[in-house]
Structure formats: structure tokens, C-alpha cells
């Protein structure tokens, strides 16, 4: 397998952000009631994450290395001023439901992680792929999460199958905080067993 | 002192580009983010105050009254340069009620409110919430009927207060905060009435 597509596919299960790297928890926590705004959370900070790991990649030898985390969060800023505006102009439901959790990508811990980790000191081809390997990661990470709790919190999947009800008493708490814990946690623990299994 | 010059050249750089990107998108999505916030949010509002003077609306019906009152959006200025836009509701084909935007602050950011002045009385007609990011299930019941219609026909002597603070109005149990930012969002829309109402009620002819 070439460099570069294994840059893109370690995001994708070895390196997950949420189950692996344990990364990004906030909006992962508050976001995830339901599929659709998990999907909207996860393809705002992937186009966030590929913006910034690209430009900080090509940026890396003009950088200050004394000054680099605070170009780095200017870069990140701008990425996610831009998603706010977008998403406002033209999704304006999902901007309504995601609130304050859009302007807060700027601090999710993946962005800034894999800017310091790896677009700085790799070439633009392999950091792109990095940051679109790692935000679908998370997509998918978000959605498997927020697609469980909509399931049997609400009991329907707005997103697959619109307002059917599809389980007739949800478990109304795994829409709360404290649900949201618990699911993830189950999850993690299930990635693990599956992990252990693969590798013997 | 070479290596100060080129960070503080680098972060400037980077800076103002941002800014200059930023700027450019702004100027370009300004006008439909406006319009978005119009149609979603203020429009509504102002039509949820159309039903408590006319009576529920259909869905069919809701739609003509929305088109309506987007067609009947006046403004006037406040002082120089900042204008305030407002709806101005009917009732059986002649205006009946001005309503103005106005925001308190609530237990999760603003709150936005839309209340409804009759152009003759100046008495309260009516409310809608207009922005909301309160608590689920507490802040959140300031939009029910029942904590609402509280408003509904107080004049400019009224105390727009929750009661703890010496006014007339129940607050929500569990969420006096949000009561409050409502009750200081309408008082301030009441300031700008009593201020303004002539050039209001001129506007809304």
C-alpha cells in the first residue's frame, strides 16, 4: 500500500479519532442526539481539518517554530469563521441545532492535534490525506455514535428513514448527557474487544 | 532581534490574510444569513402574535400570513445609522399592531423576543420568542401560552418583572433567569415604543 493511502485509511480504523485516539470528545458528547447533526458536526470539522492540515503543511518551513501554535490557531479560526458563515447562509436548521458547538471547532483537539502531529512535517499530499482520512473517521465515529442514541433514545433515524417511529419506548435518557457517556463508553469498550480480536 | 522581526512578520502575514479572506466571505453570505434570520426566526415570531389577535392559524393559512408580514416589514431610525426593523400585524385587513425585536440576557446567551404593540392603546398585544438557547424542559417553557399570555394586554404603567423582583409577571418554576430575560427583553421593546411610537405608528399606515 502506497504512503499516501495509508495516511488516508489509518484515520479510518487504526487511529480513529474518537474510539481510538480519544480525541474530540466535547462535540462528540453534545452533538450526537441525532444522525443529522452528527453528520453536519463531523463534515463541518472534516472540511476544517483538511483546510488546516493542507495550509499548515505548505506553510511549514515559513512558520516560526517559536510562534507556530498561535499561527496554527489563526489558521484554524479562519477555516472555522468560514464554516459558521457557510453553514448559516445556507444550512440554516443545522447551524440552529449545532449552535455555540460550530465556532467551537476552533478548540477540538483533533484539528490542533494533527496540525502539530503530522502537517507539520509532512509534505501537502500526505497531510491532506491525513486530515480527510481523520475527519471521515470522525464522521463515521459521530454518526455510529449519534445513530445509536437517536435510535433507541427516540426510537426513529430522521436522516434514513424520516419520522417512522421505529422502536416504540425508547430509552428517552440516552438522548441526555449522562446517555451519551454511557454510549460512548460501550462503544469504546466493543472497539477494543474487536481490536483485540484482529490482532490475536 | 532577526528572529523576533520574522515572527512577528509571520504572524502578521497570516493575520491579515485571514482577515482579508474573512472579510470577503462575510460581505458575501451577509445578505442571505440576514434573510435566513428574517424568514426563520423573526417571521415566525411575528406570526405567532398574528394568532393570538386573529386566532389559530392552518398551515395553508400560515403561509399567506408569513408572506403578509414579510411584506408589511417597515423600519426607522433609531439614531444615525442604526435602524430597527418591524413587522406590522393585521387584523381584518387594517393594521392593527407593531411588533419590535428586542433581546434580554438569558441563562444561555441571548434571548431574542418579539412583542407586539397595539397602534392605538400602545398596550401589549402579544409575544413571540424569537431566539432561544435556554435549558430544555425549564428556560425553554418561556414559549408555552401559559407564561406568555402574562404579557398580553399590559400598558406602559405595568412592572414587566417577575414577581421575586417586585413585578406581575409568574416566572417559570426553575428558571427565573430566563423569565427574567424575557421580562427585560420586553421592557426594552416598551422603551423604544414609548420613545418612538409616533414615528411607529406613521411607519405602519
Known sequence: ?200 | MNKYVKMIIALSLIALISGILLGGLNELTKETIENNVLKFKKIPAAAHIFEIVSGKLSPEERVTVEENLLSNKRSFELEENKKVTFFVVQKEGQPYAATIESFGKGFGGDLGVMTGFHLQTGEIVGIGITTLSETPGLGSRVTEMEFSKQFSSLGKDSKIMVKKDGGEIDAITGATISSRAVCAAIANAQAVWEKHHEKIVQASQ
Open chain 1, 1 to 200: 500500500m502506497s504512503t499516501i493511502a495509508r495516511e488516508f485509511t489509518k484515520g479510518l480504523w487504526d487511529e480513529i479519532p474518537l474510539f481510538r485516539i480519544v480525541l474530540g470528545l466535547c462535540p462528540a458528547l453534545a452533538v450526537t442526539t441525532t444522525m443529522e447533526n452528527g453528520l453536519g458536526m463531523g463534515v463541518a470539522a472534516t472540511f476544517v481539518l483538511v483546510g488546516s492540515n493542507g495550509l499548515v503543511s505548505m506553510l511549514r518551513k515559513i512558520i516560526p517554530n517559536e510562534v507556530r501554535v498561535a499561527c496554527y490557531i489563526v489558521i484554524i479560526a479562519t477555516f472555522v469563521v468560514c464554516v459558521e458563515m457557510i453553514t448559516k447562509a445556507y444550512f440554516f436548521a443545522l447551524s440552529e441545532s449545532l449552535g455555540i458547538f460550530i465556532p467551537l471547532i476552533v478548540v477540538n483537539c483533533i484539528i490542533l492535534g494533527r496540525a502539530e502531529a503530522f502537517a507539520r512535517k509532512n509534505t501537502i499530499v500526505k497531510s491532506l490525506a491525513d486530515g480527510l482520512g481523520m475527519g471521515i473517521g470522525f464522521t463515521l465515529a459521530l454518526m455510529l455514535l449519534a445513530g445509536i442514541r437517536e435510535l433507541f433514545g427516540a426510537g426513529k433515524l430522521t436522516l434514513l428513514f424520516g419520522d417512522t417511529i421505529l422502536i416504540q419506548h425508547p430509552f428517552g435518557f440516552l438522548q441526555q448527557a449522562p446517555g451519551a457517556f454511557l454510549a460512548l463508553g460501550l462503544l469504546l469498550g466493543l472497539m477494543n474487544v474487536i481490536n483485540n480480536k484482529i490482532r490475536g
